[in-house]
């Protein structure tokens, strides 16, 4: 079945350290986002990248990292420079062509920085 | 800037009709999208418009004025299992496929 995976589910860190979100599609899908969502709020865009090895910020990009080296993996890096990193992440892809239309969101990962 | 709006909370009964609206100022615009979101998990598509018009998909339809700047997701026959947020998204245009979400519409349904 075609879809996007994330792991971990849950993710325990501690201050100071860095920690990478993965995000995998088998969707074929060109474009990949990185969306932070925090307790009772819309999602926020932290990075898009629309092809292979390009990647844009989003919105509150300061204190992650992507890389973009495969059409299928976007992983999120959140370093020890983001100041309030506990929250659930959601990773997300959408079509082009005929399935430009369609987004699809993985499950998610819930980071907790202890 | 990007803007979009959407009422904080409502409340229904099982079997009724409710409809969430979304209005949007946005530097462009390529399509609006409408996602449910359960606590605690990812959203789900549910539905896209990029023409004025309405779009009908079983028991949600949702609805688009380009000229207002507003959208609507209507639900009939409620059930439970539809509590949830329904998030609004613009998709602007350009060509790097960016989307803005509303901070979303938490649905409670009673019986």
């Known amino acids: 079945d075609g879809g996007i995976t994330q792991s971990p589910k849950y993710l325990f860190r501690k201050e100071g350290q860095n920690v990478t979100l993965s995000c995998e599609q088998n969707?074929?899908?060109?474009?990949m986002y990185w969306y932070r969502q925090d307790p009772g709020q819309g999602l926020r865009l932290i990075y898009y990248s629309q092809i292979v090895n390009d990647f844009q910020k989003g919105d509150i990009a300061e204190g992650y990292s992507v890389s973009r080296e495969k059409k299928e993996s976007f992983p999120l890096t959140v370093t020890s420079a983001q100041k309030n990193p506990t929250a659930f992440y959601l990773c997300?892809?959408?079509?082009?062509?005929?399935?430009?239309?369609?987004?699809?969101f993985g499950p998610g990962t819930r980071l907790t920085v202890l | 800037g990007q803007n979009i709006d959407q009422p904080t909370e409502m409340t229904a009964t099982e079997g009724a009709i409710v409809q969430i609206n979304c209005t949007y100022q946005t530097s462009g615009f390529n399509g609006l999208f409408w996602y449910q979101q359960h606590a605690g998990e990812a959203p789900t598509f549910l539905s896209y418009?990029?023409?004025?018009g309405l779009e009908e998909k079983g028991r949600f339809s949702s609805f688009l004025s380009r000229s207002k700047g507003y959208s609507y997701l209507l639900l009939k026959e409620l059930q439970m299992k539809d509590s949830a947020s329904y998030l609004c998204a613009v998709r602007l245009s350009g060509g790097y496929n960016k989307l803005i979400f509303g901070a979303g519409t938490r649905l409670a349904v009673h019986p």
């Open positions: 997300a892809s959408i079509g082009t062509g005929n399935h430009y239309n369609e987004q699809f």
């Open positions: 418009n990029v023409l004025d």
């Open positions: 969707l074929n899908h060109d474009a």
